[in-house]
């Protein structure tokens, strides 16, 4: 069975940075689609970063430059560096799992429980 177990959320100010893990098990990150969405008050979940398992990466335009994705495939454990993190950054960020390289939400078929993120200005 798939479990996604998210880890590294917190508050920090505007400028500051967050580093967030999901550790995986039943699923090798090595070998599958794996990436980030976040869900913010009022608004659809949506994805903001991916990798594949040849380390190919896709980012939302609304955190290209300042996330950054990656993984260690010994400790099946995926990671977001987040830097100059802003207000609009507050949401819950989920951990994802699929079998399509994408940045669309519904495409993930199994999911994390989620990490929440504040950033104060």
């Known amino acids: 069975q798939v479990q996604l177990v998210e880890s590294g959320g917190g508050s920090v100010q505007a400028g500051g940075a967050l580093r967030l893990s999901c550790a995986a098990s039943?699923?090798?990150?090595?070998?599958?689609?794996i990436g980030w969405c976040r869900q913010a008050p009022g608004k659809e979940r949506e994805g903001i970063a991916s990798?594949?398992?040849?380390?190919?990466?896709l980012y939302a335009d609304s955190v290209k430059g300042r996330f950054t994705i990656s993984k260690d495939n010994a400790k099946n454990t995926l990671y977001l560096e987040m830097n100059s993190l802003q207000p609009e950054d507050t949401a819950m960020y989920y951990c994802?799992?699929?079998?399509?390289?994408?940045?669309?939400?519904?495409?993930?078929?199994?999911w994390g429980q989620g990490t929440q993120v504040t950033v104060s200005s």
């Open positions: 994802a799992a699929g079998y399509i390289f994408t940045l669309r939400s519904p495409d993930y078929n199994y």
């Open positions: 990798i594949d398992r040849f380390g190919t990466t």
């Open positions: 039943g699923y090798a990150v090595s070998s599958v689609y």
